[in-house]
């Protein structure tokens, strides 16, 4: 592998390790990090995204050398930081181990669900990096073949919400476009059976719907925001208003655990 030393915080060669803190610092950019060792092994061995360099200190270059040491390019530098550089960006990074990965050109609607995946994931709104990684690595688990995330929110590949997802944004395609309304209506347009997942409305329970639908049928879930849920877009063109039934005072649940819920039955 190809090892390099790095002792001072403002060396060039780690000005992308920077100031990574900011959500939306890091959708704008053209790169993304991966932080710890199961979300690095996932970028460099079961993502076709490209690895631009790893971080780590003596612990995690140990571990790649005895884990990684031939999955790593010839041409991926490996910066090996001493300990005082563990805050680097302003944060002690998880198992000693980052990565820098070059971030996919945006996917159209169209693209993801070129594949006629199944199942696919529709997030509106969904500003929590921990519920937009957990939520991703609900629908990879549960054989989503796509997730559509509207512009507001979380990107997948924010650090906080790679590692929550344990590297599923990296497997999982999704599209982040800019148009909320026209992924829907694509969608639609697909033959996706829209299923807006809510406690507001006319609705219908998980275990009805599921029961009234073909085998095999194509549908995509849509969860909204805590707190405000599913937009006006999401409900007028939503098919059908599902919801978990759940006897006693609590009305709905966290997004993420709604989630995993939906998925299950849904598969």
Known sequence: MRVERVEAADDPRLADYRNVRDPELVRRSARFLAEGRLVVKTLLTESSLTTCSVLCDDTGLAWLEDELADD????????VAGAGLRALGGWNFHQGCL???ERPPERSVAELVSARPRLVVGMDCVTNPDN????????????????LLSPECASPLYRKALRTSMGAAL??????????????ESLLAAGYTVLALTPHGATESLEDVVASMPAGAPCALLLGAE???????????????????????????NVAAAAAVALYRLR
């Open 99 to 101: 990565a820098l990965g």
């Open 171 to 184: 497997r999982l395609p999704f599209s982040h476009g800019p148009v909320w309304r026209e992924g829907l």
């Open 72 to 79: 790593v390019p010839d041409d991926v530098p490996i910066y």
């Open 132 to 147: 937009v990684g957990a939520i991703f690595r609900t629908a990879a688990a549960f054989g989503a073949g796509g997730v």
């Open 227 to 253: 707190g405000d849920g599913l937009g006006g877009s999401s409900l007028e063109l939503a098919q059908r208003r599902v919801i978990i039934s759940m006897p006693g005072a609590i009305d709905s649940l």
